[in-house]
Structures are given as structure tokens and as C-alpha cells.
Nanobody, 120 residues
């Protein structure tokens, strides 16, 4: 069984910052590469950043040098610090495993996500 709970989204002005959090309720958390994905209105979900079990991070070009992913294996938490936010960063942000999402009852499982809105 797994549960993903994202939080920390909100409305922010362009140039502002937000910190997203994700609690992953799974006993194998420390073994997984975890990632943040986002889905903008009318667009497909895309990978934003990921962090391996060992802490190696990778970022999409669009967020490099502005976003920072981190994890706390003892707390089963993944974080996303987002700075210098742009209107194009808006969307629903989800955490999940990489390269494939958690499976639950033979289907991809996603949490409810957290909404990020950036005003220009």
C-alpha cells in the first residue's frame, strides 16, 4: 500500500518562492528515486526534477538553477524549493517515483497534487 500527499502550493507573484512537500507512505521510500512532476492546464504531465536514493539530483532545463529537490528518508519526505517563479511554472505539482509511478491495484497511482499559481 502507498499514499502520496503533496502540500505547500499556493498563489505567488512572479519572482516569488514556494516550498512544496510530499509525504510518501511506503516502507521502501529510501530505496526509490523520487521525482516532482507538474501538469499545466491543457498539457501533459511532465517531469520537473528527480533525486536518487543516494541524493543525486537532475533538473529539467526550464527549472535549473531555480528549483531544488531534497529528501528526508527518515521522515519519508520529498521537498521542492521553488525560487524565482515564473507564470509558466504554474500547474498541479505531483510527487512520485521515477521512472515509473507507483502502481496500485494494477494502475498508476498519483496523489491529489498541489496547485501552484504564479501571477505576472
Amino acid at each position: 500500500q502507498v499514499q502520496l500527499v503533496e502540500s505547500g502550493g499556493g498563489l505567488v507573484q512572479a519572482g516569488g518562492s514556494l516550498r512544496l512537500s510530499c509525504l510518501a507512505s511506503t516502507t521502501l521510500f529510501s530505496m526509490f528515486t523520487m521525482a516532482w512532476y507538474r501538469q499545466a492546464p491543457g498539457k501533459q504531465r511532465e517531469l520537473v526534477t528527480r533525486i536518487t536514493a543516494g541524493g543525486t539530483t537532475t533538473y529539467a532545463d526550464a527549472v535549473k538553477d531555480r528549483f531544488t529537490i531534497s529528501r528526508d528518508n527518515a521522515a519519508n519526505m520529498v521537498y521542492l524549493q521553488m525560487n524565482s517563479l515564473k507564470p509558466e511554472d504554474a500547474g498541479i505539482y505531483y510527487c512520485n517515483t521515477f521512472p515509473t509511478p507507483f502502481r496500485l491495484r494494477n494502475e498508476d497511482y498519483w496523489g491529489q497534487g498541489t496547485q501552484v499559481t504564479v501571477s505576472s
